[in-house]
Each structure stands twice: as C-alpha cells, then as structure tokens.
C-alpha cells in the first residue's frame, strides 16, 4: 500500500537508485492466512507485482513476505512471475538455490537477529551496544568470508539511522566488502551456482 498513499517516498528512493523490495500488499495481510488457498496468495503475490511495476516503472526481481510468513507455495509463485530472489528465511548466511515446479529461485536469507526490533524492541539493547552487536556479527563473517562469501543483512527502520550509519562507516574501513542488493546478489549467485552447486555433490 505505501507504494499507492506514499508516492513521495518511493519517488524518492527510485530517485536514489535504491532498491525496493515488495512486502505483500499490505503488512497486516499475511500470505500465511492463505495457507490452504494458494490460488489466493497467489492473486496476492500478483495484484502486489502488478503495481510495482506500475509505480516503480520495471518488474521487481527479488521479494520479502511481510513478517516473514510466506508458505511452501511462495516461492513458486514468485518464479512463476519472474523474480530471481526470494528472501524469507533465516537459515544461512550464503545465498542459494531452492527448486520450484517453475525452475530455481535464489534464496537470498535475512536475518531475525540483528534487526533493530528484535535487537532494541525485544531484546533491550542500548544503541551503543546494538552497534557492537552489529560489529562483532560483521566482523565474524568477515573472517569466514575470507575463505567462501558471507552475508549479512541488518534490517533497520528509519529512526536508528545515526546507528546504521556508525555501523556503516566501520564497514566501509574494510577490504573485499560488498554493498550489493537482493537483486544483485541473485544475479551473481545465478553466475556461480554451477560452481557452488556441484552435480555430484
């Protein structure tokens, strides 16, 4: 909805090039509540689509259910309809490939841990110590990334931005980072999935 009664917003970030990611249609509207009706997430899934790409003017390539409640449908409707990332789950800190009846789709994992409500809402964290939560996490996959790429994704609402933006100064000090979006990340993971993904694995 916010790309319907928010238009300055997402002019603003399309302004920017950032990325826009569809969350549902609305945020209360959970694709879990059609759990046993696929035909109606699935309509869902396309009325969202749809108006992306009238608002935001080309297809959207990667998607985040809202709350995170998606079911084993999911990820095949959003093959269907031409995406390359689905980023619901929380299971790892590389992408990779989940199979569909429509073909392969990049799971581009989020993480629940270090997101600002679970971090400061639920947990109680100071900012000062959410942010040496967010560097000890970096730091971390940073050293296993030495040896087979990491991700970390940090999910941050707009009024802890002073804390993203010490967070991401500590980062930019680093070599071999990368600030890619989901859509990007898909993209090169599609590239290098032969080599990840081996057949006689």
């Known amino acids: 909805m916010i790309l319907v009664e928010r238009r300055r917003i997402i002019d603003a970030v399309k302004e920017r090039g950032w990325e826009l990611?569809?969350?549902?249609?609305?945020?209360?509207?959970?694709?879990?509540?059609?759990?046993?009706?696929?035909?109606?997430?699935s309509a869902v899934i396309r009325r969202t689509l749809d108006k992306y790409q009238e608002v935001v003017g080309r297809p959207a390539k990667a998607w985040l259910s809202?709350?995170?409640?998606?079911t084993p449908y999911t990820p095949a409707f959003l093959k269907e309809f031409g995406l390359i990332a689905y980023c619901d789950y929380l299971n790892d800190d590389q992408p990779y490939l989940i199979d569909t009846v429509h073909g392969p789709i990049v799971c581009v994992p989020y993480s629940n841990d270090?997101?600002?409500f679970n971090m400061f809402a639920r947990g109680g964290l100071?900012?000062?110590?959410g942010i040496d939560m967010?560097?000890?996490c970096f730091?971390?996959?940073y050293r296993e990334g030495a040896v087979t790429g990491r991700i970390m994704n940090v999910g941050l609402h707009p009024h802890r931005i002073a804390a993203l933006r010490e967070f991401i100064e500590y980062v930019r000090g680093k070599t071999k980072v990368w600030f890619p979006t989901r859509e990007q990340i898909a993209t090169w993971y599609l590239a290098q999935a032969p080599e990840h993904i081996r057949g006689d694995a």
């Open 21 to 41: 990611v569809p969350h549902n249609w609305a945020q209360n509207d959970l694709l879990t509540y059609y759990a046993h009706d696929p035909d109606r997430e």
């Open 134 to 136: 967010l560097k000890l």
């Open 126 to 129: 100071s900012t000062r110590d």
């Open 66 to 70: 809202s709350a995170l409640r998606s």
């Open 114 to 116: 270090i997101n600002d």
């Open 139 to 141: 730091d971390e996959l």
